[in-house]
């Protein structure tokens, strides 16, 4: 599947910012999504994700309660609503998908994802 982000730019702290994900491929609710970020010198840091009909969450603690996923599957899109942005949530920022596995939950490697979208950028200014 193909996956393109779009949504991210420069915002000022405390600002937000909603990032959204275009899949290519039908059905996409085939798919497990999930959200992750990635500075400059550090590992691809694991953000949120949802399961197939939206139902189920989970967000990593770093970003709780700023960051809600989302997704419309009749739009084939995943969202991430950013809030109370801070200049460490400065980075990259990539959408992907992956195989639902029955028992496993959440999805939190990179590992468990098989397709990633280019990435778009979030600068946040102090």
């Known amino acids: 599947v193909q996956l393109v982000e779009s949504g991210g730019g420069l915002v000022q702290a405390g600002g937000s910012l909603r990032l959204s994900c275009a899949a290519s491929?039908?059905?996409?609710?085939?798919?497990?999504m999930g959200w992750f970020r990635q500075a400059p010198g550090k590992e691809r840091e694991f953000l949120a994700a949802?399961?197939?009909?939206?139902?189920?969450?989970y967000t990593a603690d770093s970003v709780k309660g700023r960051f809600t996923i989302s997704r419309d599957n009749a739009k084939n899109t995943v969202l991430l609503q950013m809030n109370s942005l801070k200049p460490e949530d400065t980075a990259g920022y990539y959408c992907?998908?992956?195989?639902?596995?029955?028992?496993?939950?959440?999805?939190?490697?990179?590992?468990?994802?098989?397709?990633w979208g280019q990435g778009t950028q979030v600068t946040v200014s102090s």
């Open positions: 491929e039908r059905p996409f609710s085939s798919y497990v």
């Open positions: 949802i399961n197939r009909n939206g139902e189920n969450t």
């Open positions: 992907a998908a992956g195989p639902p596995r029955r028992g496993y939950w959440p999805p939190i490697h990179p590992s468990d994802f098989g397709s």
